[in-house]
């Protein structure tokens, strides 16, 4: 939720990343978690979501096309 990834965010420590996953409906769920921390999104409709954060200008990074 969006509550977890702000507090991971406030405890974590040494620059471990957080991939936000479950819940995530579409671009604007992406980008929500995103803005609030989240480095990774994992989501069944990674296509659809990365075009649509594209036009909106919301930046990310492509760090593997490979499903876990």
Known sequence: TREDIILIRQHMKGGKQIKAAGGISGPADAAEMIRLGAHRIGTSR???????????????????????
């Open 46 to 68: 990674v296509i659809a979501a990365l075009e649509q954060m594209q036009k909106e200008g919301v930046e990310y990074e492509t760090i593997s096309n490979t499903a876990y």
